[in-house]
């Protein structure tokens, strides 16, 4: 018998059996830190590289875990006042369409049963990027109770100087913080001046039931 063949040779007619056992490849741990390393070039560099490779890896799980708490963190309007202690959070949804982002100016006028609100800027910042696909919470101080929220009038600037103006808005939902009171406003559609029906500005009714069961 060899290696790769078992030879049997016998007499008479019978079945017969053979395996093959390979020994382990025992680590005597005893001896192998007494190795010289010079002697091993590619076993150091393989582990060094896996070390650095790790290490790197950490840094960008790292990266992308502080993006995503800046992403879902609530910001400040920069036009709340000190006085104003009424508050309302308003979460500003993205559409998934292709080029659904922008990085235009956004205003918005808040209207209720009992008046509106002025006008408030909510350009994304690098925490609150208006992206494909981003959800955006902002807190709007009001020096008093809206009432029952009516309608939204939401507008950008088109962009200005940049080439990426046009904007699809998914939805706006609107949350009272002292009486958790919620509304959504839906658009599902662009404000661009080339995609759509070419409006950059539109005023969007409270969704009713209904309509939320249907969105």
């Not at 790197?56 to 609530?74: C, E, N, T």
């Not at 600037?157 to 939902?173: A, F, I, Q, T």
């Not at 001046?193 to 009713?208: E, F, S, Y």
């Amino acid at each position: 018998s060899t290696s790769r063949a078992t030879i049997c040779l016998c007499t008479h007619l019978t079945s017969f059996g053979a395996e093959l056992f390979t020994p382990p490849n025992m680590i005597d741990f005893r001896t192998v830190f007494n190795k010289n390393v010079g002697e091993n070039p590619y076993v150091l560099c393989t582990i060094i590289g896996l070390v650095v490779i790790y290490l790197g890896m950490i840094f960008l799980a790292r990266r992308a875990d502080q993006k995503d708490v800046l992403k879902w963190s609530v910001t400040a309007l920069s036009d709340n006042r000190l006085i104003d202690s009424y508050h309302y959070e308003i979460t500003v949804y993205t559409g998934m369409r292709k080029g659904a982002g922008t990085k235009s100016n956004i205003f918005f006028i808040l209207h209720g049963d009992d008046g509106k609100n002025s006008t408030f800027h909510i350009f994304g910042l690098m925490s609150q990027e208006f992206s494909r696909g981003s959800v955006n919470q902002f807190l709007m101080s009001e020096m008093r109770d809206l009432g029952g929220l009516t309608s939204l009038q939401i507008w950008h600037d088109n962009g200005e100087e940049n080439m990426d103006g046009s904007w699809y808005l998914n939805r706006v939902h609107v949350r009272d913080l002292q009486t958790n009171e919620r509304s959504y406003f839906i658009c599902d559609d662009w404000l661009a001046v080339n995609l759509g029906d070419g409006q950059i500005k539109r005023t969007l009714p409270v969704a009713t039931e209904k309509e939320m069961v249907q969105f």
